[in-house]
C-alpha cells in the first residue's frame, strides 16, 4: 500500500496529470471552437502554414524540415501546435546568448596545435580534412599525443571506470543522460562520496528527463549533502513547452585531466548486464588518456558555467606535469561535441563525411535507424558504388514504435546493396562506425532525429588508431550472433504492418 501511495504522489504521475490537464483544455477549447468549424479550421490552417513558412525559412537539417513539414500538413488542427511544442531545436534567446559566449571561451581555452595538424594533412589530407570541419564548429583539437582504450560491453566498461575513479587525486567530473541507483551507480556513488570527503572536486551532471524514472526528487540535493556539487539539466517542469526537446544525451566521465570515458553507455543497471530488460544488453565505451582529455575537461566546463552561471578558470583542471609526461602517441584522435544551440549539426555531418568518403567499407552499430532522406541517400550511394556497407541494430526492442520506423527504412537499403543484421541476442545500444581501417567514431550519437539535431551529443574520431582496429574486430564478431535481413524477409511483413509503419514514420521528428 505504502508503495501504491508513493507512486502515485511521485513525481513522474503529478507532472503527467498536469500536462493531461493542459491537453484537456487544449481539447475542450477545440471542441468549443467546433461549432463555429469552417472560422476555426481556417484559424488553424493559417497557423499550420504559418507554421510551415517558419520551418522553411529556418536554418533546420532539410531532411528534419520536410519531416515536420508533413504531419502539420496531414493534420493542420494539431500539426502546427505540435510543431511549436516539439519540433523548434533553439532554447530561449538569453540562454543561446549565454551559450555563445561560453562557446567563445571554450574556442578561446581549445587551440589547435599546428604541428599535428600540419603532421595530419601530408599523412592523409582526406583524414586533415575532416579533422578541420570538426575543429572549426565544435573548438575542439585534434592530437597524437593520446592512447585510447575500446571497451565493450558495459561490465569492461564499469571495471575500467572503478579503477580509474578510485585513482582520482584531484577532480572527477561525470555527465550522463541517465543515471540510477542500483549495482552500478551505488559502487560509483560510494567512490565519489568518499573522494569528496578527502576533498577533491568531485561533480556531477545529469539530465531530469533521462533520470525522471530512475532517480527520486530532489536528488541533486542528497549529492550536494555528500559533497558531490550537482547540476540537473533542463529540469522538467509539467508544462508543454519546446524547452522539453533539448536534452543532454552526452555521456563523459573525466578524471583528473588524464583520463576520459565516453560512449553508449549511462550509469544504470541495464547496461552492465545486472538484470535482463531487452535480452542481452550490447553496448560500447572508449577510454582515453592523454592530451585530448582536454577537450573532455572544457566540454564538461562549458555546460557546467552554463548550468550554474559560474565564470570558471579552466585552467585549473590541466593535468599535473607528472601525467603528460607519461602521454604517448596512438594515432590521431580527436573528441568532439554537438549542440543544438547552432546552426551546424555536427554529428550528422561527421556521420557522413565518413560515408561519403568511404572506399573500401562502413560498419555501423546504432540502436535507432530513423534516417533523414540526407543519409539514406549517403548509405545507398556509397552500397551502389561498390562500398560494403553493414548496420547492425537491435532483434529486441527497447521501444517498439521506434523499432518498427527502424524496420521500416530496411527495405529501401537493402534493395541497393546495404547489408543490414539485428543482434538477435537482445538490444544493441552501440553508437560506432568504422571505415575502410583508417577511421573510427565512438560516441553517444544514434541515428534518429533527436539525437541528430536536438540534443547535446558528443563522440571521439579515430583516425590510425588501434581503437580503429578494435572497433571493427566487435563488430565482425558480433555479427556471428545476428540474423541478416534480407529483401526477402522485408517483403514478407504483413500488409497491417506495413500500413502501422508509414503511420509512425510521420512522427519520425519525434522519435
Known amino acids: 500500500m505504502q508503495r501504491l501511495i508513493k507512486n502515485i504522489f511521485s513525481r513522474v504521475v503529478l507532472f503527467g496529470f498536469a500536462i493531461f490537464i493542459q491537453l484537456f483544455v487544449l ?24 507554421a510551415v513558412l517558419v520551418i522553411l525559412n529556418g536554418r533546420s537539417n532539410p531532411a528534419y524540415k520536410i519531416a515536420w513539414i508533413v504531419p502539420i500538413l496531414v493534420f493542420p488542427i494539431f500539426g502546427g501546435l505540435f510543431y511549436l511544442m516539439f519540433g523548434g531545436s533553439k532554447s530561449s534567446k538569453r540562454n543561446q546568448r549565454k551559450m555563445l559566449t561560453i562557446g567563445e571561451k571554450m574556442s578561446a581555452t581549445l587551440n589547435q596545435e599546428q604541428t599535428v595538424a600540419s603532421r595530419l594533412c601530408l599523412n592523409s589530407p582526406k583524414a586533415a580534412n575532416q579533422a578541420r570541419y570538426i575543429y572549426n564548429y565544435s573548438a575542439c583539437p585534434v592530437y597524437n599525443q593520446t592512447t585510447a582504450e575500446y571497451l565493450t560491453p558495459g ?36 567512490i565519489l562520496a568518499e573522494k569528496a570527503r578527502l576533498g577533491l572536486d568531485v561533480r556531477v551532471i545529469y539530465d531530469d528527463v533521462g533520470c525522471l524514472m530512475k532517480l527520486p526528487y530532489g536528488y541533486d540535493q542528497k ?17 508543454l513547452s519546446v524547452r522539453l526537446n533539448n536534452r543532454d544525451h552526452r555521456k563523459i566521465a573525466v578524471i583528473d585531466g588524464h583520463t576520459a570515458f565516453t560512449g553508449g553507455i549511462n550509469l544504470a543497471d541495464e547496461y552492465i548486464n545486472a538484470y535482463e530488460r531487452y535480452g542481452h ?11 585530448a582529455v582536454w577537450s573532455f575537461v572544457v566540454m564538461f566546463l562549458s555546460l557546467w558555467e552554463w548550468l550554474r552561471e559560474d565564470n570558471e578558470d579552466y585552467e585549473q583542471f590541466r593535468p599535473w606535469p607528472e601525467h603528460t609526461q607519461n602521454f604517448t602517441a596512438d594515432g590521431y584522435v580527436q573528441p568532439f561535441t554537438d549542440s543544438p544551440f547552432d546552426d551546424e549539426d555536427l554529428g550528422a555531418s561527421v556521420y557522413l563525411n565518413l560515408i561519403n568518403q568511404a572506399e573500401h567499407y562502413v ?3 546504432t540502436p535507432y535507424l530513423i534516417l533523414d532522406n540526407e543519409m539514406q541517400t549517403a548509405l545507398r550511394l556509397a552500397a551502389k558504388r561498390g562500398v560494403d ?49 583508417l577511421f573510427a567514431v565512438v560516441g553517444t550519437i544514434n541515428l534518429d532525429y533527436r539525437s541528430l ?37 522485408c517483403r514478407q511483413v504483413k500488409w497491417y504492418s506495413r500500413v502501422i509503419r508509414s503511420i509512425l514514420r510521420m512522427f519520425a521528428p519525434l522519435m
Not at 158 to 187: H, P, Q
Request: hydrophobic letters at 45%.
Open 27 to 50: 481539447v475542450l477549447v477545440i471542441w468549443k471552437f467546433s461549432s463555429y468549424f469552417v472560422i476555426f479550421y481556417a484559424i488553424c490552417a493559417v497557423a499550420s502554414l504559418v
Open 155 to 190: 561490465e569492461i566498461k564499469f571495471a575500467r571506470l572503478l579503477e580509474e575513479l578510485n585513482k582520482a587525486e584531484r577532480y572527477i567530473f561525470l555527465e550522463y543522460f541517465i543515471i540510477e541507483e542500483g549495482v552500478m551507480w551505488d559502487a560509483i556513488l560510494e
Open 223 to 239: 549529492l550536494e549533502r555528500l559533497g558531490i556539487k550537482c547540476c540537473i539539466f533542463n529540469p522538467f517542469r509539467p508544462v
Open 281 to 291: 544488453w550490447k553496448d560500447a565505451s572508449i577510454m582515453i588518456k592523454g592530451d
Open 363 to 365: 560498419y555501423i552499430n
Open 389 to 437: 556497407i553493414r548496420i547492425v541494430t537491435p532483434y529486441i526492442a527497447d521501444k517498439w514504435y521506434v523499432h518498427a520506423v527502424t524496420r521500416s527504412n530496411y527495405e529501401t537499403l537493402i534493395e541497393t546493396g546495404v547489408k543490414i543484421y539485428e543482434y538477435t541476442p537482445g538490444f544493441i545500444h552501440s553508437k560506432t562506425f568504422v571505415v575502410d581501417d
Open 453 to 489: 539535431f536536438l540534443h547535446f551529443e558528443c563522440g571521439v574520431w579515430f583516425y590510425k588508431s588501434d581503437s580503429v582496429l578494435e572497433v571493427k574486430e566487435d563488430f565482425l564478431q558480433t555479427l556471428q550472433t545476428c540474423q541478416n535481413i534480407t529483401w526477402e524477409d
